[in-house]
């Protein structure tokens, strides 16, 4: 999905759209986000995830976030983050904003990916995907 935005995001410059992507990091509390987590409908499959190497995953996953996401970790940060976006003049906007109570180092996974990307669109004579497009003329401002 993080790829899929960072397209769009370039993809969407030249038309004036500017684009933030927050990534919010794990938050075991203010959401029901593990309780109603999807499962496959294919039970068949599950039980047999269940019955080989994969027996428990879920809950192991479940118990591991719920060991290091801090007691005091507020979802509500996730709305903040985004109000602070909305009301940044356009042009200033961050490309991306963690909201990670668990430092679980996908800012600094992504900060070298942006970078990398970053570097070859430059290269390759199409920096200007890089920041969003003022858009001047009425044509344009229509589109």
């Given at each position: 999905m993080d790829a899929l935005?960072?397209?769009y995001a370039r993809e969407l410059t030249r038309w004036?759209?500017?684009?933030?992507?927050?990534?919010?990091?794990?938050?075991t509390g203010g959401t029901n986000h593990f309780a109603h987590a999807g499962s496959p409908a294919d039970k068949a499959r599950v039980?047999?995830?269940?019955a080989g190497p994969y027996a428990g995953f879920a809950d192991e996953v479940r118990k591991g976030f719920a060991s290091v996401v801090p007691a005091?970790?507020?979802v509500a940060a996730v709305a903040d983050a985004i109000v602070k976006v909305v009301d940044t003049p356009f042009g200033k906007r961050p490309f991306?904003?963690?909201i990670d109570p668990t430092q679980d180092g996908a800012e600094v996974v992504n900060a070298v990916s942006d970078r990398v990307r970053?570097?070859?669109l430059r290269r390759i004579g199409?920096?200007?995907v890089l920041t969003p497009?003022?858009?001047t003329s009425p044509l344009e401002n229509a589109a």
């Open positions: 935005a960072v397209v004036g759209i500017e684009t933030s992507i927050i990534v919010p990091g794990a938050f039980a047999e995830y269940e005091d970790a507020d991306r904003v963690h970053a570097e070859l199409l920096a200007d497009r003022a858009l």
